[in-house]
């Protein structure tokens, strides 16, 4: 078994997302080799997402998820969108089924090259979230951030997207409130056990949010698509907006919406763009990498191999 793989750098609104391809191999990329990578300027990343041979029928692949600081991730949206674009480009193909750790995803490449992911069925009962204490009602918990009779921060509405998410409503813009200090408090609050992903959302119109999350795993990032679906949830849940919504993802430098629709039958579709930056081979076990020495034309799309 040859020691490297192809990879792709790639970007959904700016989450940085390596997309591996371990089709063929009985190995995994290493939490080493994701630490090893996420060290490195070049391959910088927020999630590493492992092309794997399908391990059920009627599926195309199971994608293995792993964050910057190593530990697995269980959904990442944008980065299945960067998934399905470079194996739409490998094989023509235009739609695809993903086994993950949080279940069955499937997916599409539109004609203008927008990508629908359906994320699945959001899960509010909050021992399944979880949550540390129970809670009739996670639309509005009771949670916050400063003094008590003037919280910076205060009851926002929890769900598992996949993964947990803590979706904080604010008046002003997210990129005002100083979340590099607050987001490592929130994801590792006692209310969490297995961490969170802390999102601020602002209503921007009647249909329209802008949002900016710390990352559980990653810390501060540019986007997060699962984030932006518990967002248009929330926003939803609450009697905010309706169950279709456009998401300006504050902190992102692609001026491009997400568009999320929480349909009638409770899955949560993401649609929005992936964009591909360069390829090399890496060490799965080690990280160690090489840069292709021409990197195809981005028109072209992503390729994994």
């Known amino acids: 078994m040859s020691a490297t793989v192809e990879f792709a750098k790639m970007n959904g609104l700016g ?13 995994l990329v290493m939490p080493e ?8 300027a070049a391959t910088r990343f927020d999630q590493i997402m492992a092309i794997h041979d399908p391990k059920v029928a009627g599926t195309d692949a199971w994608i293995d998820i792993l964050n910057s600081d190593g530990t697995k ?13 470079a194996l739409a480009a490998e094989t023509g193909r235009k739609t695809f089924t993903f086994q993950t750790v949080a279940g069955i995803l499937n997916a599409v490449e539109h004609e203008d090259g927008m990508i629908s992911v359906d994320m699945g069925r959001p899960v509010f009962e909050w021992n399944r979230i979880p949550l540390a204490e129970e809670f009739f009602d996670t639309s509005r918990i009771e949670l916050q951030i400063g003094p008590i ?7 926002p509405s929890a ?7 803590a979706i904080f409503w604010v008046t002003s813009d997210p990129m ?17 056990p297995e961490k969170a992903n802390i ?25 997060c698509g699962s984030a932006a679906c518990a967002a248009a949830v929330s926003a939803a849940r609450t009697g905010r907006t309706g169950r279709r919504v456009t998401i300006d993802v504050a902190s992102s430098p692609v001026h491009q919406p997400l568009v999320i629709e929480w349909r009638e039958d409770d899955h949560v579709v993401m649609t929005g763009p992936a964009e591909w930056e360069w390829s090399g081979k ?3 076990a080690t990280g160690t990498f090489t840069r292709d020495e021409e990197p195809q034309n981005n028109e072209q799309g992503a390729r994994v191999n």
Not at 15 to 27: K, Q, S
Not at 159 to 165: A, D, L, R, V
Not at 177 to 189: A, M, S, Y
């Open 176 to 192: 005002g409130f100083d979340l590099e200090r607050f987001g490592p408090l929130l994801e590792n609050h006692p209310m969490f």
């Open 33 to 40: 080799a994701a630490i090893a990578l996420n060290a490195d």
């Open 159 to 165: 769900m598992s997207m996949g993964n947990p998410h």
């Open 282 to 284: 890496l060490d799965p």
């Open 15 to 27: 989450n940085e997302i390596l997309v591996i391809d371990m089709r063929g191999r009985a190995d």
């Open 149 to 155: 009779d003037d919280p910076v921060l205060h009851s």
């Open 199 to 223: 999102t601020l959302a602002q209503l921007t119109s009647e249909d329209t949010l802008r949002t900016r999350t710390w990352e559980r795993g990653a810390g501060l990032t540019l986007a």
């Open 73 to 85: 991730a269980q959904a990442c949206g944008n980065g299945t969108r960067c998934v399905v674009q």
